[in-house]
């Protein structure tokens, strides 16, 4: 199974300022055709997890463009540019290149 | 707009069969990977399976002894079955639905259900 590892595992953040999640995972997540699969979920309080990005960098429908994601290979990142009330809740990362989909741990936005 | 709708029981007793079934309205349901989650407090998001439309299904090994997906297209319909279940099978169950990319199905979870609370108590 691929292992994904995030941090940190809490992050207070203030309105207006940016955020920055890592997610890291045991093997590389490039896949033959170039992609690397690697998305990332936000779960607001109370809710069922929601897409954010996909495949590294593409954000779902309705995500603002605050929200941003790169890396390759075992090593990614998402950016939230400029924090605002509503993003706080817990974000994971899931690989997609294995049938077995495995996911990070989880890290909690809060505001400060 | 795709919405997934998820029903059934949720207080099971040690040995009983946990059952779900997920309802798939305002989208196809062709050609997409259709996949329950749990999660529990302990162990976090865990993968349990997923099956296509034509019924080809892939298992979370750890579970595979016990569980089976199976499809009905005809009512857009997908269900979860646990079989002997214990305590740790307490979770919140999610069904979800994958994603096209460039034309490619692929397994990103794009649509979520509401999530079940199942409860294993004697």
Not at chain 2, 58 to 72: A, E, F, G, H, Q
Request: proline share 4%; hydrophobic share 35%; glycine share 12%.
């Amino acid at each position: 199974d691929i292992v994904m590892t995030q941090s940190p595992l809490s992050l207070p953040v203030t309105p207006g300022e940016p955020a920055s999640i890592s997610c890291r995972s045991n093997q590389s997540l490039l896949h033959d055709n170039g992609y690397n699969y690697l998305d990332w979920y936000l779960q607001k309080p109370g809710q069922s997890p929601q897409l954010l990005i996909y495949m590294v960098s593409n954000r779902a429908s309705g995500v603002p463009d605050r929200f941003s994601g790169s890396g390759s290979g075992t090593d990614f990142t998402l950016k939230i540019s400029r924090v605002e009330a509503e993003d706080v809740g817990v974000y994971y990362c899931m690989q997609g290149l294995q049938t077995l989909l495995t996911f990070g741990g989880g890290t909690k936005v809060e505001i400060k | 707009q795709v919405q997934l709708q998820q029903w059934g029981a949720g207080l099971l007793k040690p040995s009983e069969t946990l059952s779900l079934t997920c309802g798939v309205y305002g989208g196809s349901f062709s050609n997409y990977y259709w996949t329950w989650i749990r999660q529990t407090p302990g162990k976090g998001l865990e993968w349990i399976g997923e099956i296509n439309d034509s019924g080809s299904a892939n298992y979370n090994p750890s579970l595979k002894s016990r569980v089976t997906l199976s499809v009905d297209t005809s009512k857009s319909q997908f269900s979860l079955k646990l079989r002997s279940v214990t305590a740790a099978d307490t979770a919140v169950y999610y069904c979800a639905r994958g994603g096209t990319f460039y034309g490619v199905v692929l397994k990103f979870l794009q649509h979520w259900g509401q999530g079940t609370l199942v409860i294993v108590s004697s």
